[in-house]
């Protein structure tokens, strides 16, 4: 039986299971994040997280989306990982840990997560661009914190029903003569001086999610870019808010951010052989 760990951060749900011992592969991993994510047939989640060694830092953290594709960083995955690393005493209350997409620091002050996220090159995104999409055209930024993000803005999301932002969503997702990985699309609108609403798409779900940690901090940036929005932002995903901080080198070409929500503890379990699939066991 596999022994795994549920958690949400705002309402982004994964899996979390210890492969210190390396004793799955990557394609075993890839194979048991499509099944056991699978909502009504197995646990359901987002994605899983799989804790492993790492040389440099306390551990290292691999994500695989529901669809069993690698994503290369996860902001709300990265707090939930982070706080069942301090909960199973992996890792001290501020501790470091390497993804695919560099090392992440997070400081844990259960339930909330902070982390550092980096920096993000902002040369690198594209910037006063439109798209159009089902007869609606959008002005959008295009970066990558750790995965790829495009950020729409809306005036209204009320405006669009859940179908439409999702079937938007996919549409641009699959974009790849703009966004040759694909990407993550973040819908976002101002809600005040200081606070976003944003729903995003996610790469490798396949749909929109109740919040996005990245997507929150791509928003952020854009916000902040854009609207020059005051740091810190806060973002209102529909499954609850993240909060962003961000600042800007000299030459605003590179921008530093901190993400900060809560993650909640939500089961133990084992899951039994037989709904492993069928070349793990
Ligand atoms: N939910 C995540 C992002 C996960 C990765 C993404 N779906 C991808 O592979 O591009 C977050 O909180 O950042």
């Known amino acids: 039986m596999l022994e795994f760990t ?3 951060g ?10 210190r011992e390396g004793s799955m592969t990557s ?3 890839s194979r048991l994040a499509a099944s056991i994510c699978e909502r009504r047939q197995s646990v359901g989640a987002d994605g899983l997280l799989v804790v492993e060694m790492s040389e440099r830092e306390n551990f290292t953290m691999r994500l695989f989306n529901n669809d069993g594709s690698e994503g290369e960083m996860c902001g709300n995955g990265a707090r939930c990982i982070a706080r069942y690393a301090w909960e199973k005493k992996i890792a001290g209350e501020k501790m470091s840990f390497e993804t695919l997409a560099g090392p992440i620091h997070g400081v844990v002050t259960a339930p909330f997560v902070e982390l550092d996220m980096g920096e993000t090159n902002l040369s690198q995104g594209f910037w006063g661009q439109s798209l159009k999409v089902e007869g609606e055209t959008f002005p959008f930024v295009y970066l990558v914190v750790g995965v790829p993000h495009c950020v729409l803005f809306v ?3 009320e405006d669009f029903s859940h179908d ?3 079937d938007i969503g996919r549409t641009v997702r699959y974009d790849t003569h703009r966004f040759p990985k694909g990407t993550n699309v973040n819908f976002v609108q101002r809600s005040g001086e200081r606070t976003l609403k944003v729903v995003t798409y996610e790469r490798g779900v396949e749909d929109l999610t109740l919040s996005c940690g990245t997507g929150s901090t791509a928003s952020a940036i854009a916000a902040s870019i854009v609207w020059e929005m005051a740091a810190p932002i806060q973002v209102q995903n529909p499954g609850g808010d993240n909060w962003v ?6 030459t605003r070409s590179i921008c530093k ?3 900060t929500g809560k993650t909640v ?8 052989d037989e709904a492993l699939p069928k070349d793990i066991e």
Request: charged share 25%; glycine share 6%.
């Open 10 to 19: 705002n309402g982004n749900d994964f899996i979390v299971i210890d492969n």
């Open 245 to 250: 901080t961000v600042s800007f080198n000299e």
């Open 27 to 29: 394609p075993d991993l």
């Open 164 to 166: 439409s932002l999702r």
């Open 6 to 8: 549920k958690i949400q």
């Open 257 to 259: 951010t901190y993400l």
């Open 155 to 157: 005036d209204n999301l």
């Open 265 to 272: 503890m939500i089961a133990e379990g084992r899951l039994y």
